[in-house]
């Protein structure tokens, strides 16, 4: 059985392992922490206590912190999970947000780009 302070030390890690994921959604995005404050939803405080791994986030939070970094849910925990971006993932939800004729653009200019000559 795990002892108290080793799930304790455990939790700690984890998060700050999220908070280190969100910190670099943030930068890849090249938005300050007030920026992403504000399309949260959120205060910055907030901001930097998730960043450093001293607050634990609500459902309600990481769904406005989600808005705010403009993923969804689902790929801002498999990112986590997988200690890396989901690029893939990340280029489904920018997607998600276009017209049919903006996705079909990009779908060509993607085939164009590794089609061999």
């Known amino acids: 059985m ?8 455990n939790w700690t890690r984890l998060h700050r392992r999220f908070g280190d994921h969100v910190r670099k959604l943030r ?10 404050a ?10 930097r206590r998730i960043e450093r791994g001293s607050f634990s986030p609500s459902l ?11 993923v969804s849910l689902k790929t801002l925990f ?7 971006t989901d690029d893939v993932a990340e280029i489904c939800d920018f997607l998600a947000h276009r017209s049919g004729r903006e996705v079909k653009r990009a779908w060509r200019v993607i085939q ?6």
């Not at 795990?2 to 030390?9: M, Q, S, T």
């Not at 309600?60 to 970094?69: A, E």
């Not at 498999?78 to 890396?84: L, S």
């Open 2 to 9: 795990e002892k108290p302070k080793n799930r304790l030390a």
């Open 38 to 47: 504000e399309r949260s939803d959120l205060s910055v405080d907030a901001i």
């Open 60 to 70: 309600d939070t990481l769904g406005k912190l989600s808005v705010g970094l403009d």
């Open 27 to 36: 930068n890849a995005r090249e938005l300050t922490q007030e920026t992403l």
């Open 112 to 117: 164009a780009m590794f089609e061999e000559h």
């Open 78 to 84: 498999q990112g986590f999970e997988r200690e890396r």
